[in-house]
């Protein structure tokens, strides 16, 4: 799914919503699963038994292919981000389904290019190489979590740069122990994060390699559907501030227009049944806040599609901590 204000496509239309199909995976095989969805490109629609669905777009087994997720869906937001909207992507499904893979938020370096972050990274810093006779540019990037409704930053200089769930239990015993950020409203009426680390990057390398600290960071655990599932909400944000410069009668350079944007990239823990993860114990307490917050989401998002309640209604942003980071990502 994408969010943006911008005038792409359809200037009516500021929430896109895209569904990828992804093939069997090898443990699907062995058991004899078969495919038990049907595309029809032209209606941009799928169909599961008796049930018909319509998507703004369709990738994967009939559809558009998977390798023109960013171009179809996010390299828009990307030029909107140049002139200054605000745009937000997120991944969302079930626990398996892909959406870290897609999202490219399990980067490990070079070997890890093929997701929606690094081609955005990849983007951005092409653009702004394009640019820089023309404008300034001040990027910054910040990486959150939100793990059993606390947020956390996964770019802490104060953690270790190591995994938390592949560290002894000795080693952990002597790590810092991390400490929620606050959610703060300020005297406008927006939402910040008191104390997270907005780091600023020149090249894309630099960015990567926050990327990567946070990726290593990242809640992850075993279940029966999934040997490494997320077990937190992630959102990567690229805040950009860029300075158009024109040169005065003096020769002197001026800058006469400031521009600033966010884009949010958000890999959402996937939405599970204990029944067919196993889970007992800390995971299915784990697996309770996940589909807690997805439901609030899922909530919000009906909310904002009624025109009813968007001009003046109830939204209900505040009964989860995803919801309420994201308001101000996902209004329309």
């Not at 994408?2 to 990828?20: G, H, I, T, Y």
């Amino acid at each position: 799914m994408e969010m943006d204000n911008s005038d792409n496509k359809d200037s009516s239309q500021c929430v896109r919503v895209a569904v990828n199909i992804r093939p069997l995976v090898t443990s699907e095989l062995l058991v004899g699963c078969t495919d038990c969805i049907s595309v029809f490109p032209a209606e941009s629609q799928v169909q599961i038994g008796s049930h018909s669905f319509t998507f703004d777009y369709i990738f994967g087994s009939g559809g558009y292919p998977c390798s023109r997720i960013f171009d179809e869906c996010v390299a828009p937001l990307v030029d909107s981000l140049f002139h200054g909207y605000n745009g937000t992507v997120l991944a969302y499904g079930q626990t398996g389904s892909g959406k870290t893979y897609t999202m490219g938020t399990n980067y490990h370096g070079e070997e890890h290019q093929n997701g929606v972050i690094p081609k955005v990274m990849d983007t951005i810093f092409s653009k702004v190489e394009s640019m820089k006779e023309s404008k300034e540019f001040l990027i910054r990037v910040s990486f959150i979590e939100i793990f059993k409704e606390d947020v956390f930053d996964l770019l802490d200089q104060n953690i270790p740069f190591v995994s938390r769930n592949d560290v002894p239990p000795v080693v952990k015993s002597t790590c810092p122990a991390r400490v929620p950020i606050q959610i703060r409203e300020t005297v406008s009426g927006g939402i910040t994060l008191a104390g997270v680390r907005e780091a600023e990057v020149n090249t894309k390398d630099e960015m990567a390699s926050y990327l990567l600290q946070g990726s290593v960071s990242r809640a992850t655990g075993s279940t029966n559907m999934n040997s490494q599932s997320s077990r937190s909400h992630a959102i990567f944000t690229i805040s950009m501030e860029q300075k158009r410069i024109t040169s005065s009668s003096a020769g002197d350079d001026v800058a006469d227009e400031i521009l600033t944007a966010k884009l949010h990239l958000v890999d959402l823990a996937g939405s599970e049944r204990a029944k067919r993860t196993g889970a007992d114990g800390t995971r299915l307490r784990e697996g309770i806040h996940i589909n807690k917050g997805l439901l609030a989401l899922g909530n919000v998002i009906s909310a904002l599609g009624d025109d009813k309640k968007r001009k003046g209604g109830h939204v209900p942003y505040r009964d989860s901590k995803l919801t309420r980071l994201l308001q101000l990502r996902v209004e329309l």
